[in-house]
């Protein structure tokens, strides 16, 4: 059954974005669909989503995106679709996001393949937008199902909570930071659990540009890596493309691309250099 939960539970938060779109039967579908982005802008910050930390804010998005990194004995490992995916909105509180199996290409003696399918719920808790304390604080769910192939995944399902959160200080600054941990559903001994704890600083450079930078932390309890911890120092870099008279309801693309550096003796990968396209809408 685990291979038909993932479309079971996108369909009921279509379902739900569907009803929270009915109130407003003057308006087309496209116009109710994209009004969520609007109304998120009334109230919560302005921000772009980091490269590698959760966004504590609801977005409506699409993501296509490519990583190439290399683990600790220089094996390269490219991995095609990189975890990203698509989000959507319902109502003012409930994001949903869906992402699909990325393909993973080994370069190695491991063999290729697809890894697992994740969900996502976010429900914003509070927050205010830049006239109202540029701040915000969210709680997450994922679940990870393990669909993937060749060892490429998990050994079993996943869970993902995650508290995240950010503070603005004025119009070109904020930092953020999540606090999530890795919870199997099964096989604890051999896959072991794990904490991640990220935060950044951004800063909005001009109309177009943004810059980020992250560390990643991780920590591992149980499994082959029980007692280590690995860190990433990340820098990033975003462009925007959006016309002149954008409003909140327009779609818009961002490019963007950055590098996860180790900065700890024990790594299990180094120069993830990941770049994505987005579509917002």
């Not at 679709?81 to 869906?98: A, H, Q, S, V, Y």
């Not at 600083?201 to 810059?211: I, V």
């Amino acid at each position: 059954m685990n291979r038909y939960r993932a479309p079971i539970y996108l369909a009921l938060a279509i379902a739900l974005i569907a009803g929270t779109c009915a109130a407003s039967a003057q308006q087309s579908f496209l116009d109710r669909f994209a009004a969520h982005n609007s109304n998120m802008s009334a109230v919560q910050p302005g921000w772009i989503t980091p490269l590698v930390a959760a966004d504590p804010r609801l977005v409506q998005y699409a993501k296509l995106s490519f990583s190439n990194q290399y683990t600790a004995l220089g094996t390269q490992t490219v991995n095609y679709g990189n975890g990203r995916g698509i989000g959507l909105i319902g109502g003012n509180r409930f994001e949903f996001d869906l992402v699909p199996p990325s393909y993973i290409q080994h370069n190695s003696k491991a063999v290729d393949g697809f890894a697992d399918t994740t969900t996502l719920v976010k429900y914003r808790i509070a927050s205010g937008n830049a006239d109202h304390g540029n701040f915000i604080v969210t709680a997450m769910l994922g679940h990870s199902f393990a669909t993937g192939s060749y060892k490429n995944g998990a050994t079993t399902d996943t869970y993902g909570p995650t508290l995240a959160g950010g503070l603005g200080f004025g119009k070109h600054l904020e930092v953020e930071s999540t606090l999530g941990g890795t919870m199997p559903t099964g096989k604890i001994a051999a896959q072991g659990r794990s904490i991640a704890w990220n935060a950044l600083m951004q800063t909005h450079a001009t109309k177009h540009l943004w810059f980020e930078v992250e560390n990643n932390a991780c920590f591992f309890f149980s499994g082959s890596h029980d007692g280590k911890m690995q860190n990433f120092v990340t820098p990033v870099a975003f462009y925007v493309v959006r016309r002149k008279e954008w409003k909140p309801t327009h779609p818009f693309l961002i490019f963007d691309g950055g590098m996860q550096i180790a900065t700890s003796g024990f790594h299990t990968y180094n120069h993830n250099m990941v770049s994505e396209m987005r579509i917002l809408f």
